[in-house]
């Protein structure tokens, strides 16, 4: 063959090459459009799958317990004693913590307590609660603050204020688990909780979870000596 005839085939050949390396950018381009396509796919289902019902709020204590250093400190109670302090102390605000399940928001939301008709103090005599409470913006705990007074009658016997959480708006009360009350055996409530007071020297919190294997049975003088 001349080499006229061979010459002629070059601009075939290079046109050929020209259209293979088109589709392949084709092709590549194309598997990339599609790989991204299924990602944003993914990514809304992900967004439409994400928890929107509404949030539980429960009492933080009868979850996690009332101390990080001690595993075995769930519990739906308290007690204060105004034993330790002055004479001129006549109130004192405990705080206790609520937390909720679910998210965060960029705006404060109520969450309601009510007395229980179980409580043997008397609202405005031997305590008072806060009529306002909220989880605020960004955040899942808050605290209740009650502010228990100093009576005279609890120089003999203790008094109780018992509250429940109520569901409202912007959460439910049905969060609940197996969790047992610290040192017995009584599944704790995530929705309620009692604060024992009193004036007189009482069995610490902590007395059946750690303190009992070192001092023994609970007593007055173990706990003075203490």
């Not at 933080?60 to 075995?72: A, H, L, Q, R």
């Not at 960029?106 to 309601?112: V, Y």
Request: charged share 20%; with cysteine.
């Amino acid at each position: 063959m001349c080499c006229h005839c061979q010459n002629q085939k070059l601009p075939i050949e290079i046109t050929n090459y020209k259209l293979d390396t088109i589709m392949k950018t084709y092709i590549k381009n194309s598997l990339i459009a599609c790989f991204i396509a299924l990602g944003f796919i993914a990514c809304t289902k992900d967004e439409i799958d994400t928890y929107s019902g509404t949030e539980s709020i429960y009492f933080k204590w009868s979850v996690e317990g009332y101390s990080k250093n001690i595993s075995d400190s769930k519990t739906d109670s308290t007690s204060v004693s105004f034993a330790f302090e002055f004479p001129s102390v006549t109130d004192s605000i405990y705080m206790i913590p609520v937390k909720i399940t679910g998210k965060m928001t960029d705006f404060d939301r109520e969450f309601k307590i009510q007395l229980l008709p179980s409580s043997t103090g008397v609202e405005g005599t031997d305590f008072t609660l806060p009529t306002n409470l909220f989880i605020p913006a960004n955040q899942i705990e808050a605290e209740i603050p009650i502010t228990v007074l100093r009576t005279p009658k609890l120089k003999q016997q203790a008094v109780s204020v018992k509250i429940s959480l109520v569901s409202n708006t912007y959460f439910n009360t049905d969060y609940t688990g197996t969790n047992t009350q610290v040192g017995t055996k009584r599944l704790v409530k995530y929705d309620q909780f009692e604060v024992a007071v009193s004036d007189i020297l009482t069995k610490p919190k902590s007395w059946d979870s750690f303190m009992h294997y070192y001092l023994g049975d609970w007593s007055v003088k173990k706990l003075t000596l203490y």
